[in-house]
């Protein structure tokens, strides 16, 4: 998610936002994950198939992108593409979805230390 973060507002090698040049530099990343969304992002970009279900690395992009949205805490000023429509798209959700969903960010937040067990089972519940 920190890598995706990373591409989508700072820009890294030769893939950035829109807004800004690529950074072309040879200094390596702190992030080790940069080149693997940079490629998924290159091939997404680029898919003739592209539907959710289609391609397997579309499949992952999307995934990630949704899961991206789960964990944002401003998505209107999101620079990750499709941030806000997937946060909207999660209100239509069933509930046992939505559960799945919230399962998942409760336990990669709580693998980056970022939530207690406490407070994952309040969010998981509540």
């Known amino acids: 998610m920190e890598a995706l973060l990373h591409i989508c507002r700072d820009g890294c090698g030769t893939i950035g936002p829109h807004d800004k040049m690529p950074k072309d530099s040879e200094t390596t990343c702190k992030y080790a994950a940069c080149k693997g969304i940079e490629s998924l992002v290159r091939h997404f970009k680029g898919c003739r198939i592209r539907v959710p279900g289609g391609c397997m690395h579309c499949k992952r992009m999307w ?64």
Do not use: N, Y
């Open 63 to 126: 995934q990630i992108l949704r899961l991206h949205s789960q964990m944002c805490s401003e998505p209107d000023l999101c620079k990750v593409p499709l941030c806000s429509h997937f946060k909207d798209k999660m209100k239509s959700l069933s509930k046992r979805e939505e559960f799945k969903w919230k399962l998942l960010v409760i336990k990669i937040m709580a693998a980056k230390g970022t939530i207690s067990s406490i407070l994952a089972r309040k969010l998981l519940l509540g």
